[in-house]
């Protein structure tokens, strides 16, 4: 992508169409933009099979959604998304997913992932930015699922790759991270902010860890935990 991310008019300068519309909400859509993980080509294509997706005006992110044990785990969006994206002031995320034993996954794939070299520090995260900033998106989508072999340890090495992974991209590239691994490394969806997934958002002292979680398709406004956590966690920021 060579398109750089438009700046949009400000929320609070936008008229509201009701009372009830809050400004500081926002929306992000996960999109699958080809038919299939192997036929997103890093270029584009000329082939009349991709969606086109038309309501950049209505979202704030975009999640270039994608992955699969036979086709590809990790999931770069092509540049003419990426490009459409950035002309509306979307930012877009790449996929990063490792699927269930069920549907092939392999917790071999999760282990070089977390493999640390001689310095203590993670390979992959260097080329998790190289790969954003050659290519011109956002950040990366986070979605681990495999189960077979999955324990804490697994946790606290992807928690100490996301801050690692914000820290060396100096604030210019984003993470979301999935709501499936909990903070004792099991493969446990919360369908909410909870004790079990909270440190992937923040860590014990309330510091940063992944910008934003994405809850599991189950969630509702009956279970969904305290917001504490967020307050606290923005008044730690502001202060």
């Known amino acids: ?74 999931v770069p969006p092509s540049p003419d998304v990426t490009d459409a994206a950035h002309k509306n002031g979307v930012p877009v995320l790449g996929t990063i997913f490792f699927p269930q034993g069920a549907h092939g996954g392999k917790i071999e794939w999760l282990n070089t992932f977390l493999e640390k070299d001689a310095t203590g520090h993670f390979p992959i995260v260097d080329k ?62 919360q369908n909410a902010l909870t004790d079990h997934n909270q440190d992937y958002l923040v860590d014990a002292n309330l510091n940063p860890v992944a910008d934003s979680m994405f809850l599991n398709f189950w969630w509702n406004t009956d279970s969904l935990a305290s917001q504490d956590l967020l307050r606290q966690s923005k008044e730690k920021a502001e202060s």
């Not at 080509?41 to 009349?48: D, E, I």
Request: hydrophobic letters at 35%; a negative charge; aromatic letters at 10%.
């Open 1 to 74: 992508s060579v398109e750089a991310l438009a700046k949009r008019v400000e929320k609070s300068q936008l008229l509201k169409s009701n009372r009830t519309q809050n400004e500081k909400m926002k929306v992000v859509a996960l999109s699958i933009m080809n038919s299939s993980t192997s036929g997103n080509a890093p270029r584009g294509t000329n082939q009349f099979d991709a969606n086109v997706f038309s309501n950049w005006q209505y979202i704030d992110q975009l999640v270039y959604w994608g992955g699969s044990s036979g086709e590809g785990l990790i």
């Open 128 to 189: 998790m930015i190289e790969v954003a900033e050659k290519y011109g998106f956002d950040g990366w989508f986070i979605n681990q699922e495999t189960e077979t072999g999955l324990n804490k340890k697994h946790a606290d090495l992807m928690k100490e790759l996301i801050v690692e992974f914000k820290q060396k991209s100096a604030g210019k590239l984003e993470v979301m991270w999935y709501d499936s691994m909990t903070n004792d490394g099991k493969m446990d969806w």
